[in-house]
């Protein structure tokens, strides 16, 4: 029986928040002298990676 857990919609998340160009607009505000563009990068994977683990515990089967 496959698993069709609303969970997974979570994965669209880390896809659809990058493709948004307005987000990454501009060269402000800086976080440690860092542009937005760069640091918002590693935003982006630090969200796909907390999703990922969100949807991995919540739909995991135990046994």
């Not at 979570?10 to 002298?33: H, Q, R």
Request: some cysteine.
């Amino acid at each position: 029986m496959p698993n069709r857990s609303h969970w997974y919609w979570l994965l669209l998340v880390p896809i659809v928040i990058p493709l948004s160009t307005p987000l990454f607009n501009s060269k402000t505000p800086e976080l440690f002298g860092f542009p937005l563009f760069y640091w918002l990068q590693l935003a982006f994977v630090l969200l796909g990676v907390g999703c990922t683990a969100v949807v991995h515990l919540k739909t995991k089967r135990e046994g």
